[in-house]
């Protein structure tokens, strides 16, 4: 039985999403903790799965039992979703782990990214405020890796040329998936690819 997932990235392009985009696929996986409270209209109220480098805050017991999370996977060094992942040249982001989990299982034949906004230098990382960044990682902020206004100020270690190529080469890989797209990131359409 086929099955279609959409996958939350953090990118501001989340707030071009809906609520009524996100519950039209049968579950939610969201990456490195999304904020919900506040952020429902965009992306509704249910999380299925949560992908985690393990570095952040976790949801609290409530807040997993709220959105109906049923599993935790971790994304850290030396893990296994980690280690299966065997594309060139790529330091794989939680996200990309995420979308190569759900492509590697036939049944979910549509996937959406949501958020998936590609590390770009000098555009704003989160659709959330500064102040409702996770401070597990304000190191982040202090050490000028963002600036004021939430901004990415160097060239990210998940390179966004490769990770690009990366999404193209999944693309036209996997004929038989359909995925659809909301990003800043200029995605360029193709059959199987909705860009939204």
């Known amino acids: 039985m086929s ?3 959409a996958i939350l990235g953090k990118g501001p392009s ?14 939610v996986a969201g990456c490195g903790r999304p904020i919900f409270k506040g952020y429902e209209q965009y992306i509704g109220s249910r999380l299925h799965y949560h992908f985690a480098n393990q570095t952040g805050t976790p949801y609290t017991k409530e807040e ?3 959105l109906g999370i049923k599993q935790l996977i971790n994304t850290a060094d030396r893990t296994p979703i980690r280690d299966n992942f065997n594309y060139k040249d790529i330091d794989p982001s939680t996200g990309i782990l995420a979308f190569d989990f759900f492509v590697q299982q036939s ?6 990214l949501i958020g998936f906004d590609l590390f770009q230098t000098m555009q704003k990382m989160y659709y959330f405020k500064n102040e409702e960044f996770d401070p597990a990682v304000d190191w982040l902020w202090k050490n000028g890796t963002y600036d004021h206004k939430g901004r990415l100020t160097r060239v990210s270690l998940h390179n966004t040329e490769k990770t690009y190529e990366y999404f193209n080469h999944v693309f036209d890989t996997n004929q038989d998936k359909k995925f659809y797209i909301i990003s800043s990131y200029p995605f360029v359409a193709k059959d199987n690819v909705e860009v939204l």
Do not use: C
């Open 3 to 5: 099955k279609s997932v």
């Open 14 to 27: 989340v707030l071009r999403s809906t609520k009524e985009f996100i519950d039209s696929f049968d579950e």
């Open 64 to 66: 997993e039992g709220e």
């Open 107 to 112: 049944e979910y034949t549509e996937i959406g």
